[in-house]
């Protein structure tokens, strides 16, 4: 079986930082990449890449809607981490950007948060045009109920000195990531989640 970029990166990024981690075979039914052991515990990895060049003009103006590139990543790895997620699993997808060679156009931060829990959204009083808070709105992919069987999605990324991963963790999970034995190599962002009443 041919390894794509991303497997490629992840599978050196485990071995740099001395990770316990295997490729899980592909079979009949739907399975995530890999699993790697966080302490006692294993957890599923699925590799997506982001190939789309919808927005993107490297030699000109790009234009993008925030998320979209995390979202279809998102709904394409379900079946994968909902088949680990039902087996006591905790599970990541990782996303890598093969489009932009520096990796942001579709994967900055706010891509991730936007397409995990909604577009940024204000109310605005129509009379006194008063603002209230910032919550998520529509275009969650993770919510109370939906897709629960991500614990995290997160960035694999190139770098000077090999690959980096940062995971967002789902605030809905119904497995979370173990806190306690996550590798200090992997950043974990924990995101309050403030959705419309």
Same mark, same amino acid.
């Given at each position: 079986?041919?390894?794509?970029?991303?497997?490629?990166?992840?599978?050196?990024?485990?071995?740099?930082?001395?990770?316990?981690?295997?490729?899980?075979?592909?079979?009949?039914?739907?399975?995530?990449?890999?699993?790697?052991?966080?302490?006692?515990?294993?957890?599923?990895?699925?590799?997506?890449?982001?190939?789309? =060049?919808?927005?993107?003009?490297?030699?000109?103006?790009?234009?993008?809607?925030?998320?979209?590139?995390?979202?279809?990543?998102?709904?394409?790895?379900?079946?994968?981490?909902?088949?680990?997620?039902?087996?006591?699993?905790?599970?990541?997808? *990782?996303?890598?950007?093969?489009?932009?060679?520096?990796? =942001?156009?579709?994967?900055?931060?706010?891509?991730?948060?936007?397409?995990?829990?909604?577009? =940024?959204? *204000?109310?605005?009083?129509?009379?006194? *045009?008063?603002?209230?808070?910032?919550?998520?709105?529509?275009?969650?992919?993770?919510?109370?109920?939906?897709?629960?069987?991500?614990?995290?999605?997160?960035?694999?990324?190139?770098?000077?000195?090999?690959?980096?991963?940062?995971?967002?963790?789902?605030?809905?999970?119904?497995?979370?990531?173990?806190?306690?034995?996550?590798?200090?190599?992997?950043?974990?962002?924990? &995101?309050? &989640?403030?959705?419309?009443?």
């Amino acid at each position: 079986m041919n390894k794509t970029e991303s497997e490629d990166l992840f599978e050196t990024f485990c071995r740099e930082h001395e990770l316990d981690w295997r490729r899980i075979p592909e079979g009949a039914c739907k399975t995530p990449d890999y699993s790697v052991n966080f302490g006692s515990v294993a957890v599923a990895v699925e590799i997506k890449q982001i190939e789309s =060049l919808r927005g993107f003009n490297p030699s000109g103006v790009s234009s993008r809607t925030v998320g979209w590139h995390v979202r279809q990543q998102i709904s394409e790895a379900r079946a994968q981490l909902q088949a680990a997620a039902r087996k006591g699993m905790p599970t990541i997808l *990782l996303i890598y950007n093969t489009v932009d060679p520096f990796q =942001l156009f579709g994967t900055e931060p706010h891509d991730f948060l936007h397409a995990m829990y909604g577009e =940024l959204t *204000l109310h605005i009083d129509a009379t006194s *045009l008063e603002a209230g808070e910032p919550f998520h709105g529509r275009n969650a992919k993770l919510r109370k109920g939906v897709n629960t069987s991500f614990s995290g999605v997160g960035h694999l990324q190139k770098t000077k000195g090999g690959a980096a991963v940062t995971v967002y963790k789902n605030a809905f999970a119904s497995r979370p990531l173990p806190d306690a034995t996550v590798p200090s190599c992997i950043q974990v962002i924990n &995101v309050q &989640v403030e959705h419309a009443a």
